[in-house]
């Protein structure tokens, strides 16, 4: 049963009430980021009002209610923001799309708010940087309010094979919104949660390999991996600089694309640079035809894997046909090595930046290296009572990052699934860019054996550091499933672009119920989300 306050059926009766009492045309979470832009410049509403509107409800359905857990921390100074920007906005204009928006970041992103940065983990609840993330500050800049701090699996997932998905020491355990016993998948279990949810209308996630992607699809929301490079990891509590970076969370791909808009800011991280990835406007080919005369290479789980799926996936790839795409089935390369050179570039590069990054931390931060933080982890019976910390052992016997051997595993890993992935594909099958099942429905949480995957095609595009964005494509029993666009580096304008004309026609996205569980015949925790 949920762990709650009081009687459940009181609790459910409350909300029905609620929701039952209001209109949705005044519930931010029904609008997007394009809508509430153009209620703020109709000044139908201010950003005083909606931030004060989305506390409300991360209080209502966060806090109480289904208790998802998504939102780790708010901003104190939200509110502050927000009046300044009112007052900003009816002297000077908007300063563009993100003018007056509540944004929600994931807690391993550094931000200047009075919140600490802890990567869900206690021995950072002191990590209060009072800096900017490059990506924060360019989120400020174009007028951005920090609603908060979202939830994720701890130390972004990256303690324990075994680890429990989306749940970390300082934030407990986040609930998918859709049915609340299955994981919300990681480690921007938060980010993905929360806007399914309507607490934020966007929220910036991170991902090494499949932590924007998997939250994104399971939640059912869009969520973009960028090409690694075009946005700044500076100030990120990080996994390994070889694959990491920020992304947008959104309910749309518009709003992904202006989202990404303004974390890339006015003067690109490219690094290295790259003629790809000067600023552009990537809501310039979101047009519903963007995907007449594409080629497009079509990957599925091998045979019998996630079967399920083979309906949903059909229709959407009908969808793709109808917009004038033409479908090429293909292969996944044989890549032997690809794997093992990632798990040796991760563990090792784990063991390098994240003590780089400690080093820079604020005086009252107990530990300094990895080493010291699998000391105080054993010290700290609350961070290893679900699991443990194998991963972290593994990566602190890594040798440096000078060795041949980790020099060698980087070389490979970008290669095996770069050129000789990726971009063989597409050369190969003279295609615009690949589709794919995300991944496979969201599994119920197991807290004993940690959480299991369905499958995925997130390693490739991971590893090679390429543009992977997810869309929704369906849903089976209530449970999202998200189809994958993968393209070249740089390529991101053109996965919008074909995310765009697909969402248009699918109109896949479902919206939460927060149902208990679908393995009886429970009803849904509440019968429509509250409106605040």
Partial sequence: MLSMKGSFWA??????????????????????LSELRADLDARKTTSVELVEAFTRRIEAIDRNGPQLRSVIAINPDALKQARALDKELQTKGPRGPLHGIPVLL?????????????????????????????????????????????????????????????????????????VLDRTPCGSSAGSGAAVAAGLAPVAVGTETDGSIICPSAMNGIVGLKP???????????????????????????????????????????????????????????????????????????????NAYLTPV??????????????????????????????????????????????AGSPAKIPVRSLEQLIEFNKKTPAELALFGQDTFEKANGMPPLTDAKYMTARADGKRLAGVQGIMKMLAENKLDLIVAPSTGVAPRVDSINGTRSPGSFTSLPAVAGYPHLTVPMGELKGLPLGMSFIGAPWSEDVLLSAGYAFEQRAKARITPKFTPTIETEQKAFAPALPSL
């Fill in 11 to 32: 609790v459910v009766a409350t909300l029905a009430a609620v929701a039952g009492a209001a209109h949705a045309a005044d519930d931010p979470d029904t609008r997007t």
């Fill in 106 to 178: 994931k807690d391993n992103i550094e931000s200047a708010d009075p919140m600490p940065t802890t990567a869900g983990s206690l021995a950072l609840v002191n990590n209060l940087t009072k800096r900017d993330a490059p990506i924060a500050a360019n989120l400020r800049a174009a007028g951005a309010i920090i609603l908060g701090k979202t939830n994720l699996s701890e130390w972004a997932n990256f303690r324990s094979r075994s680890s429990t998905s989306g749940w970390s020491a300082v934030g407990g355990l986040t609930k998918n919104p859709h």
């Fill in 227 to 305: 090409t690694l490079g075009l946005l700044s990891g500076k100030h990120i509590i990080p996994i390994a600089h070889s694959q990491d970076t920020a992304g947008p969370m959104t309910t749309n791909v518009k709003d992904a694309a202006l989202l990404l808009a303004a974390l890339v800011g006015d003067a690109p991280a490219c690094d290295p640079p790259s003629a790809g990835c000067a600023k552009s406007d990537y809501t310039k080919g979101l047009v519903p035809t963007a995907l007449n005369g594409k080629r497009i290479g079509v990957l599925r789980f091998e045979p019998g894997r």
């Fill in 313 to 358: 996936y059909e229709r959407a790839l009908d969808h793709l046909k109808e917009a004038g795409a033409t479908l090429i089935e293909i292969e996944m390369p044989d890549l032997p090595g690809v794997d093992a050179a990632e798990d040796m570039v991760l563990h090792a590069e784990f063991k390098a930046d994240l003590t780089a990054y400690l």
